[in-house]
């Protein structure tokens, strides 16, 4: 079956299943009948798809239900990915939502053990903008999430809180940027209290280091190692310049990752804040819900200008 259109919209961030209303109709038309037919006649194969289909229900309904509150009695009784830190005061603990277990082991081997804990995430988080938070904790990368930081998704009790520092530290590319965002919009849209109250951090790490001679320097962005490369040239430090582009935060060594991104004295982080009149709902809601799709080619269009490419 082949659908050719001019505007579709799809299901899911891997685009597995058409999701245009328009559609709908037309395919089900199409395939309703033939398949009826060929279920009649293979009532096998259909009690199979059933059985499936109602097994796949009955899990998302128990893991919608599961609120499991772990507490550290004797030791780490949290997530397994989740290393820990040592320190019992929530307000001088932080903890490092990692991109992938990659730079994750190198964040476990930077990290300060006595106050910093770190938890890889594995891939692209769900884009959790239209769940209800109460399917939210069917997503065991959020479940884990809500598990380590002691809050559930919606409340407004903060008392079992943590860690009073959550960083969300992901690449500095544009894949990095994407997976930085969907936590953004998690916290914002079901963890609303965290950021309201200031606990919420986006770790900065540099995109390019620039080696000048014995001198190590790192730079942001472009136009920060633009601007880096003018003063050298102007300084005109001895020695030759090497520009090296991390291509994910896995290729830096722990002690890089440490320096850069993760000790209190270097590193650079930016504050989840929310203002009285901040459009950021509108602006989320337009990136990121699925009926928008019209309204985000839109706003390319008028803002595209703006990315450098």
Avoid at 13 to 29: D, I, T
Avoid at 104 to 111: E, T, Y
Avoid at 120 to 139: H, M, Q, Y
Avoid at 260 to 284: P, W
Wanted: glycine share 8%.
């Amino acid at each position: 079956l082949s659908v050719k259109m001019e505007d579709p919209q799809f299901s899911g961030q891997m685009k597995e299943r058409l999701g245009s209303r328009e559609c709908a109709g037309f395919v089900s038309g199409v395939v309703k009948d033939m398949f009826a037919l060929w279920l009649n006649q293979h009532p096998e194969s259909g009690d199979q798809i059933a059985q499936q289909a109602i097994g796949n229900a009955q899990k998302r309904l128990k893991a919608a239900k599961q609120v499991i509150r772990k507490r550290v009695v004797a030791g780490p009784a949290l997530p397994g990915k989740l290393a820990d830190c040592t320190i019992q005061e929530p307000s001088l603990a932080e903890l490092f939502l990692v991109e992938g277990d990659s730079a994750g082991g190198s964040a476990k081997q930077a990290r300060t053990r006595e106050n910093q804990a770190v938890m890889p995430l594995r891939g692209k988080i769900l884009n959790t903008w239209e769940v209800d938070s109460g399917e939210l904790l069917a997503s065991e990368e959020v479940h884990n999430i809500s598990v380590a930081i002691g809050v559930d998704p919606g409340s407004d009790k903060l008392d079992d809180l943590r860690y009073h520092k959550i960083c969300i530290l992901a690449d500095a590319d544009s894949d990095g940027l994407h997976i930085a965002t969907l936590l953004c919009a998690l916290f914002l849209r079901h963890f609303r209290p965290l950021v309201s109250a200031g606990h919420i951090f986006v770790a900065m790490p540099p995109l390019y280091r620039v080696d000048v001679g014995k001198e190590v320097f790192y730079a942001l962005d472009d136009a920060e190692r633009d601007m880096l490369l003018d003063r050298i040239e102007a300084e005109k430090k001895k020695g030759k310049v090497m520009v090296t582009r991390f291509k994910g935060l896995g290729e830096m060594n722990p002690a890089q990752l440490r320096e850069t991104t993760m000790a209190q004295e270097t590193r650079r982080l930016v504050q989840l804040t929310i203002s009285s009149n901040d459009k950021v709902d509108e602006m989320l809601d337009m990136l990121l819900a699925k009926k928008r799709a019209s309204d985000r080619r839109e706003w390319l269009r008028q803002k595209g200008n703006l990315a450098d490419i």
